[in-house]
C-alpha cells in the first residue's frame, strides 16, 4: 500500500469521510479511507437517531454508520484501519503517516471531526443515552413535556435551551457566569419565555441517577452553596474541540481551532478539502456533514483534472 498513489485519502470515517468517499470512488477516483476506529465517528454513540432523512422510525447511528461504510466499499473505496500519526500535506504526492502503513494521495480530505467538551464529573460518560446527552437538536425530542437542563452559556447553549423551550415543560439555564456569552439574538426570546430558569454563577458538581439521570447538584462559583435540581435531561453545551494538531501550521484554522473552509470545503491549501464538523461552519449535523463529504468529492475531482491540463 506504500508505493501507491490515491487520488484521494479521506481522513476519517465519520458521515462526512464515508460520503466523500463515496462520491469520490463513483466518480472513478481512487480512494482510501483511514479511521482508526469503528465507521461512524461520533453518530456510533447516539443510540437513536430520528432527523436524518429516510429514516422514519429512526435508526441508531452504529446502523448508519456501518451502512454508509458498506456504501463506499461498494463502490471500491478501500478502508484501512489505523491511527494517523502524522500529515505532510504539503509534500507532493501528500503524505500520510499512520501507524500500520504510510499512504500518498494527490488530495485528502480532512473528516477528522470534533469532540464535545466534557463537565468532567462522576458518572458522566455512564449517563449518556440515559437522561444526558450533548445535541438537544438530536436527543431533545426525548424529553418532550419533561424538565431539563443545558449546561453552558455560548450560542450552542442558548440555541439548544431556546429550542428545549418549545417542546419541554421546564428548561434550566447553568452557566458559570452571571450573563450569557451567546450573541444578542438569543438574549430576549430566552429572557421571555415562561419555562426557562436561570441557574447564573453556577456548575454542575454531582449527576445523580438510579438507572438513568434524575438530577443533577449545581454550586455557585461565589459562596460555594449547592442546590439540587430534579431533571429528566441534562444537556452538555460547553463546546467542542476540533481534531485538528495533525494540521496546524499546515492549514488556515479559525480563532477556535476549526478548519478555515467555505461552502466548497477547499482549504487554504491546494488539493486539501475539511468536512463535517473540523471545518468551520455554522450548523454540525449528520445532514450537513453527508452534505461536505459530496461537495468536497466533487471539488477534489475538479481539482485532480486541473492538475492533469
Not at 463513483?26 to 430520528?50: C, F, H, N, W, Y
Not at 423551550?165 to 444578542?184: E, F, M, N, P
Not at 468536512?275 to 477534489?300: E, M, S
Request: aromatic share 6%; net charge negative.
Amino acid at each position: 500500500m506504500s508505493d501507491k498513489i490515491y487520488d484521494v485519502a479521506v481522513v476519517g470515517g465519520g458521515p462526512a469521510g464515508y460520503t466523500a468517499a463515496l462520491y469520490a470512488t463513483r466518480a472513478g477516483l481512487d480512494t482510501v479511507l483511514i479511521e482508526k476506529l469503528s465507521p461512524g465517528g461520533q453518530m456510533t454513540e447516539t443510540a437513536q437517531i430520528d432527523n436524518y432523512p429516510g429514516f422514519p422510525e429512526g435508526v441508531d447511528g452504529f446502523t448508519l454508520g456501518a451502512n454508509m461504510q458498506q456504501g463506499a466499499v461498494r463502490f471500491g473505496a478501500e478502508t484501512l484501519n489505523a491511527e494517523v500519526l502524522s500529515l505532510n500535506l504539503t509534500a507532493s504526492p501528500k503524505q500520510i503517516k499512520t501507524d500500520t502503513a504510510d499512504i500518498h494521495a494527490k488530495t485528502v480530505i480532512l473528516a477528522t471531526g470534533a469532540t464535545h467538551r466534557h463537565l468532567g464529573v462522576e458518572n458522566e460518560q455512564a449517563l449518556v443515552g440515559r437522561g444526558l446527552g450533548y445535541c438537544a437538536a438530536c436527543d431533545g425530542m426525548f424529553f418532550r413535556g419533561k424538565t431539563v437542563a443545558v449546561v453552558g452559556g455560548g450560542n450552542s447553549a442558548a440555541a439548544d435551551a431556546l429550542y428545549l423551550s418549545r417542546i419541554c415543560k421546564k428548561v434550566y439555564v447553568i452557566h458559570r457566569r452571571d450573563t450569557l456569552r451567546a450573541t444578542k439574538i438569543y438574549h430576549e426570546p430566552l429572557m421571555q419565555a415562561q419555562n426557562v430558569a436561570f441557574k447564573w454563577n453556577s456548575r454542575v458538581v454531582e449527576l445523580l441517577a438510579e438507572g438513568k439521570l434524575t438530577g443533577a447538584v449545581i454550586e455557585s462559583v461565589g459562596d460555594g452553596a449547592r442546590e439540587t435540581l430534579a431533571l429528566d435531561g441534562l444537556f452538555i453545551s460547553i463546546g467542542r474541540t476540533p481534531a485538528t494538531d495533525l494540521v496546524k501550521g499546515q492549514v488556515a484554522l479559525d480563532e477556535a481551532g476549526y478548519v478555515v473552509a467555505d461552502e466548497t470545503t477547499r482549504t487554504s491549501l491546494g488539493g486539501v478539502f475539511a468536512v463535517g464538523d473540523v471545518r468551520t461552519k455554522a450548523l454540525r449535523q449528520i445532514v450537513t456533514a453527508t452534505a461536505d463529504g459530496a461537495v468536497a468529492a466533487h471539488f477534489a475531482e475538479e481539482y485532480l483534472t486541473q492538475a492533469c491540463k
